[in-house]
């Protein structure tokens, strides 16, 4: 079992479309962070969450923190085929090491 | 940019020989990480260093070990190569907000390992 859940696992929609992607723990963060990855290349960083309730926008992109900091969701609204790609969650448990759940992989057909 | 450079990009390798991979960044962080990355399991902690010669393990450290003689280089080995460590491997580095109240990664572009 990992540390951080993430779901659905495959998603695959049409341009236009709304979806939300999830990512859950039974383990309180001080805040979790969403990547997107894209074939041979590295994650990148695309938002923090830290405070619990936090809603944090980014273009078509809403990231919420659950009021408990135990989970998190991304949002996209309509859908382009740029925003194809995979999609982690990550957290630090401890003070020193970080953990990525198993990602959420993205299709958006044009 | 956060100055990651892992290399070599891309290994074969056989079954039982050593492997080093290399990560060097340029920018004096402390905290360095290796990961490896499969299919169906996303990013995998392998090891860990917090400063120099300060290492600790990840989730999946068996077969491997790690170290960090000078700041900017953190060196994976693969003790003897088994065909179940073919992956991507990916270094990182990470950012620390005021307080430790956040962490952010940034990553190198990964080196593909195969063992045949």
């Known amino acids: 079992t990992q540390l951080l859940e993430q779901s659905p696992q495959f998603l695959s929609i049409q341009e236009g479309e709304n979806l939300t992607v999830y990512c859950n723990s039974s383990?309180?963060?001080?805040?979790l962070q969403w990547y997107r990855q894209e074939p041979g290349e590295g994650p990148v960083l695309l938002v923090t969450?830290?405070?619990?309730?936090e809603v944090k926008k980014l273009k078509r992109l809403t990231f919420q923190f659950g009021d408990a900091r135990k989970d998190s969701s991304l949002h996209i609204t309509a859908a382009q085929p740029g925003d194809t790609g995979l999609y982690l969650c990550?957290?630090?448990?401890?003070?020193?090491?970080?953990?990525f759940g198993a990602g959420t992989r993205l299709t958006v057909k044009p | 940019d956060a100055g990651i450079t892992q290399s070599p990009r891309h290994k074969v390798t056989e079954t039982g020989t050593p492997v080093t991979l290399r990560c060097h960044q340029t920018?004096?962080?402390?905290?360095m990480y290796w990961y490896r990355q499969d299919p169906g399991h996303g990013l995998r902690l392998i090891h860990y260093?917090?400063?120099?010669?300060?290492?600790d393990k990840g989730e999946v450290s068996d077969g491997y070990s790690v170290s960090r003689s000078k700041t900017e280089d953190f060196l994976l080995t693969l003790e003897s190569a088994t065909s179940s460590q073919t992956s991507v491997y990916f270094c990182?580095?990470?950012?620390?907000?005021?307080?430790?109240?956040?962490?952010?990664?940034?990553f190198g572009q990964g080196t593909r390992l195969t063992v045949v």
């Open positions: 990182a580095i990470r950012e620390t907000g005021v307080g430790l109240s956040f962490t952010e990664a940034f």
């Open positions: 383990s309180v963060f001080s805040s």
């Open positions: 969450v830290v405070t619990g309730g």
């Open positions: 990550a957290g630090a448990p401890g003070n020193n090491d970080m953990r």
């Open positions: 920018e004096n962080h402390r905290y």
């Open positions: 260093s917090y400063g120099v010669k300060d290492t």
